[in-house]
């Protein structure tokens, strides 16, 4: 058992401050309080603790390709998404299980270092360098779910289905890492992800489709009803492309959304990753049916994808969470941000994160955040941090010179919109400190093997 001091504690509805936290040996919170009666010596962090972030989106072999699409070439009108798929897939079909493992440690402690304590694995790298099952099936998962545990995040793997190479095409080449070619292939896939998720206690299972395009209609139809996996996050991308939008009218007879609401019963399991094209009708029937949306404003931003429509979405009551997908950013503040500032200016407004019921941007942004990023985990509780769940917190520096003259009341804001990663302390997760001043815990080690890969991957 142990305690930590913070200078304060950010609950639902309250600062707590002073505020110590007794933490468990398993990592649980045994109690919060604003005094600490017991003798033992307590660990104090003068700092601001909030709720670990969540990213809900990721797809970690990227991070390998970071920043690397950015040589256009000179003369050609259109480099846009489809053109970086292509770099991608180059990079998909070189990485091997233990060059996974260490590519998503190195992102991982970069995650936690940014203060993100959970990461949803969009996961569809799954078979060997010919395309063949692995003898055990889950062989790439598992290097994800070695990877959280080396670095201390949390994650919930996603394995994801994907069939096809396009709406009523067969898979390319390129994309023979990734194919289940039945709904039986894609289940014993998940079967065996979910007892790869047993070896860390940081990990559970989600499932997913990776977009309408990708798998046949009557399969994410059948394995939206499936009753043995009705209880897990069910994930898929969605509308991030018009090009996406045509040919799922032309092929489909309905935009990609008006589909899902017209053959998928939704409810606040379902994930839809972008959901960046919209007609009104779909985002008044996206918002009614409490499906979340998932943000990704960093990478959508860099591949030109379109802005979502954040205003009229929240207004009619929709949750949203955010993720940092290729990881060309993984600062939460900046996803943030960037989704904010977005919509301001489209809209020439500033109140773009507010409800009914908050109108301070940062502890609205936050909660938001928090409560819909969890449940892409699997995760419904809404308090903050609750006796007896695992202390995961991001702590901000109470003496970083911005913060240390502010009121509580600004904190959240000041935070948001004003710092940057110098001013965050350290990350907690599952009770332990990963990183501490910017720097994880493990950082020598993670970084050497993520060096040794990327060298031997010869990419950059
Ligand atoms: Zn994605």
């Not at 289940?180 to 079967?191: F, H, K, N, V, W």
């Not at 007609?279 to 409490?290: D, I, R």
């Not at 109108?359 to 995760?379: H, I, P, T, V, Y």
Request: aromatic residues 10%; charged residues 20%; contains cysteine.
């Amino acid at each position: 058992m142990k305690t930590y001091q913070f200078k304060a504690i950010l609950q639902e509805n309250e600062w707590i401050s002073p505020a110590f936290v007794t933490v468990s040996k398993k990592g649980k919170i045994k109690s919060i309080s604003n005094q600490y009666k017991g003798n033992k010596a307590i660990i104090n962090i003068n700092g601001y603790a909030l709720p670990g972030f969540q990213n809900a989106h990721s797809h970690a072999f990227q991070y390998a390709m970071a920043g690397l699409a950015e040589n256009h070439r000179v003369g050609v009108k259109a480099d846009d998404f489809w053109s970086w798929r292509e770099e991608m897939y180059g990079l998909a079909l070189k990485i091997s299980p233990k060059q996974l493992e260490n590519i998503a440690t190195m992102l991982y402690a970069e995650m936690l270092r940014h203060g993100f304590t959970h990461v949803a694995e969009f996961h569809y790298l799954h078979h060997d360098l010919n395309g063949e099952k692995y003898p055990k099936l889950a062989t790439m998962g598992k290097s994800l779910i070695k990877a959280a545990k080396r670095s201390g995040i949390n994650i919930t793997l996603v394995p994801i289905f994907y069939q096809k190479g396009g709406f009523g095409t067969a898979p390319s080449i390129k994309q023979k890492r990734f194919i289940s070619s039945s709904i039986e292939d894609y289940l014993a896939l998940l079967e065996a992800s979910k007892k790869a998720c047993k070896s860390y206690i940081g990990a559970n299972i989600g499932i997913g489709v990776h977009s309408l395009r990708a798998v046949n209609s009557e399969d994410i139809i059948s394995l939206a009803k499936n009753e043995s996996t009705k209880d897990l996050p069910f994930h898929i991308h969605i509308s991030e492309q018009q090009k996406e939008v045509d040919d799922s009218i032309e092929f489909l007879g309905a935009r990609p959304v008006e589909w899902i609401l017209k053959n998928v019963a939704l409810n606040n399991r379902f994930h839809l990753v972008h959901a960046t094209h919209l007609n009104k009708t779909e985002v008044e029937g996206l918002a009614t049916s409490k499906a979340n949306v998932v943000l990704c404003p960093s990478t959508e931003g860099n591949l030109g994808d379109g802005i979502f429509p954040l205003q009229d979405f929240q207004n009619l009551g929709g949750s949203w969470s955010i993720g940092t997908d290729s990881h060309i950013g993984i600062n939460p503040l900046e996803e943030l941000r960037i989704l904010d500032y977005g919509q301001r200016l489209t809209s020439h407004r500033r109140n773009i994160f507010n409800s009914k019921l908050e109108g301070n941007s940062g502890n609205f942004a936050f909660k938001m955040n928090l409560e819909a990023g969890r449940r892409a985990m699997g995760n419904y509780k809404i308090d903050f941090f609750e006796i007896g769940t695992k202390f995961n917190a991001v702590i901000y520096d109470a003496d970083y010179p911005l913060l240390a003259e502010t009121s509580l009341n600004n904190i959240t804001n000041t935070i948001l919109y004003a710092c940057d990663s110098v001013a965050q302390l350290a990350t907690i997760s599952n009770g332990e400190m990963q990183v501490y001043r910017g720097v994880h815990k493990k950082k020598k080690k993670i970084t050497t093997s993520f060096r040794q890969s990327l060298n031997e991957l010869n990419n950059r």
